[in-house]
């Protein structure tokens, strides 16, 4: 590790980088993420498309992209767990079945929102 820290521009442009780097890691590791990726790329389009006002068109675009954001989580949550040790912990179980609880709750809020919005355009 570094012994100074980046500021500026500087620190900006590394962490575009270094932000790249995880969604590369995401994608090429995580089943889970390609799959949500591409609902993501057929849902914000039609998210833009059925909403009725800004208001809904960000709810509908925002809850897609929370479960993208909740998935990177737990993927990084995961990846710590295996980096520490690879044999079975009752802790480590935990943490990954949290993580996937977390997961589910955001498709949940997801699946809510759309289900909401389209009912309400019937």
């Given at each position: 590790?570094?012994?100074y820290k980046l500021d500026g521009a500087t620190h900006f442009i590394k962490a575009f980088f270094w932000s790249m780097a995880g969604f590369k890691a995401a994608w090429r590791h995580e089943a889970a993420f390609r799959q949500e990726?591409?609902?993501l790329v057929v849902m914000v389009p039609l998210g833009v498309w059925l909403g009725?006002?800004?208001v809904q068109k960000a709810l509908l675009v925002a809850s897609v992209l929370f479960v993208i954001v909740v998935e990177l989580l737990n993927s990084?949550?995961?990846?710590t767990v295996d980096r520490i040790g690879l044999e079975h912990h009752i802790l480590?179980?935990?943490a990954k079945d949290l993580?996937?609880?977390?997961v589910f709750v955001a498709l949940t809020i997801t699946?809510?929102?759309w289900g909401f919005i389209?009912?309400?355009?019937?």
């Amino acid at each position: 590790m570094s012994e100074y820290k980046l500021d500026g521009a500087t620190h900006f442009i590394k962490a575009f980088f270094w932000s790249m780097a995880g969604f590369k890691a995401a994608w090429r590791h995580e089943a889970a993420f390609r799959q949500e990726v591409i609902a993501l790329v057929v849902m914000v389009p039609l998210g833009v498309w059925l909403g009725e006002g800004a208001v809904q068109k960000a709810l509908l675009v925002a809850s897609v992209l929370f479960v993208i954001v909740v998935e990177l989580l737990n993927s990084a949550m995961e990846a710590t767990v295996d980096r520490i040790g690879l044999e079975h912990h009752i802790l480590s179980g935990r943490a990954k079945d949290l993580g996937s609880a977390a997961v589910f709750v955001a498709l949940t809020i997801t699946g809510v929102i759309w289900g909401f919005i389209l009912f309400a355009k019937l």
